[in-house]
C-alpha cells in the first residue's frame, strides 16, 4: 500500500446514526426474553462510519447526511467534526428524530435493528446543495440507509463529472442496471448476491464485473475476479472479533487506496487490513486506525 503525497478529496452521502449494542448470553429467538449483561451507545450508520474511516485515514472528507434537531444528532455533529469530517452540508429536520439502531450481539453473532428516522429525509436537494464540492472530489462513496433516489441521484451527478463511485451495497435490496454499470466498485455481503443482482451464483457475477465487484464475508474474506482468475484475500480470523463495521471499514480502506493510485490487489489488501483492525475494538468507529499507523 503506497500513500501519494496528494491528499484525497472524498464525498461520504448516507446515513449517521446512535448505535445501542446489548450484549447477551444468546441472541433472543422469537417470542424468546434474554437478559443482557451489557449495554452500551455508539457512533455508528454506514455514511457516517465510512466517513470517519476516510477521514482517520488521511482524505479530506465531505459529509451529506440528515439528523434530527435532538441531542444525538448534535452528538453525531461534534464527533464528525473531532474526526476532521466536514459537516456543512449535514442537514436537520425537525419532521424526525436522529436515525437510531439496535444490536443484540453474543458470540459474535448479532440481530440489527436500523430505525433510519432522519435518514429518510435525506434529499435529492440536499445533494445538489454541495455541488461545488462535487467538481473537486476524487472519489464519492454511498450507501443504501438512505432513499434510493438519492443515490441514484448522486451517482448521475459523480459521473457527471468524471469521478469514481464506490457503493457498499447493504442493506442489501435490488440495483437497477444504471446504478451497477455506472459504480466503479461495488461492496457486497456474500450472503446477499441474490437481492442485489437478482441471482446468487457468484462466480457468474463476479466474472460479469470482473475487478467492480467485491464479496465479503463474516471472517474478513473478500473475494473478486480480477480478469484472469478469482483472488481471494483473508486476514486471520482470530482477530475478528467484534463484526460491527467491518464492511464500512473495508469500504473506507479501499477507497482511500484506490485513491492513492494503488492496484486494485493493493486497495483490497488495505481495506482487509482496515477492517480487521476495526474488528479489535467495540463499536462500528472506534477501533477505525489512523494513517500514522500505515506511515
Known amino acids: 500500500m503506497n500513500f501519494s503525497s496528494e491528499q484525497p478529496k472524498i464525498i461520504v452521502v448516507g446515513s449517521s446514526s446512535i448505535d445501542l449494542v446489548l450484549e447477551t448470553e444468546k441472541v433472543p429467538c422469537a417470542n424468546e426474553t434474554v437478559i443482557a449483561y451489557n449495554s452500551e451507545s455508539y457512533f455508528g450508520g454506514k455514511g457516517a462510519n465510512q466517513a470517519v474511516g476516510a477521514a482517520r485515514l488521511g482524505a479530506s472528507v465531505y459529509f451529506i447526511g440528515c439528523v434530527g434537531m435532538d441531542p444525538l444528532g448534535q452528538q453525531i455533529m461534534r464527533n464528525m467534526v473531532g474526526e476532521n469530517v ?124 470482473f475487478n467492480k465487484v467485491f464479496v465479503r464475508d463474516d471472517i474478513n474474506s473478500t473475494i473478486y475476479f480480477d480478469g484472469t482468475e478469482m483472488k481471494y484475500c483473508r486476514n486471520d480470523k482470530d482477530r475478528t472479533v467484534h463484526k460491527m463495521g467491518m464492511g464500512d471499514a473495508f469500504t473506507s480502506g479501499f477507497a482511500v487506496a484506490l485513491c492513492h493510485g494503488n492496484s486494485i490487489e493493493e486497495c483490497v489488501k488495505f481495506g482487509n487490513e482496515v477492517s480487521a483492525r476495526v474488528s479489535a475494538k467495540k463499536g462500528s468507529q472506534t477501533g477505525l486506525p489512523r494513517v500514522s499507523d500505515f506511515i
Open 86 to 209: 466536514n459537516v456543512g452540508f449535514v442537514f436537520e429536520t425537525d419532521q424526525e428524530a436522529t436515525g437510531t439502531a439496535y444490536v443484540t450481539t453474543s458470540e459474535g453473532n448479532a440481530a440489527i435493528v436500523v430505525v433510519p428516522a432522519a435518514n429518510n429525509y435525506l434529499s435529492i436537494e440536499h445533494v445538489e446543495a454541495a455541488d461545488k464540492y462535487f467538481h473537486t472530489a476524487d472519489l464519492v462513496l454511498v450507501q443504501l440507509e438512505v432513499p434510493m433516489k438519492v443515490i441514484e441521484y448522486t451517482i448521475k451527478k459523480a459521473k457527471k463529472y468524471g469521478k469514481k463511485v464506490g457503493l457498499y451495497a447493504s442493506p442489501a435490496q435490488r440495483l437497477s442496471d444504471e446504478v451497477l454499470n455506472n459504480v466503479d466498485f461495488i461492496i457486497a455481503k456474500s450472503g446477499e448476491l441474490h437481492i442485489i443482482f437478482g441471482e446468487d451464483q457468484r462466480e457468474e457475477i463476479l466474472k460479469k464485473y
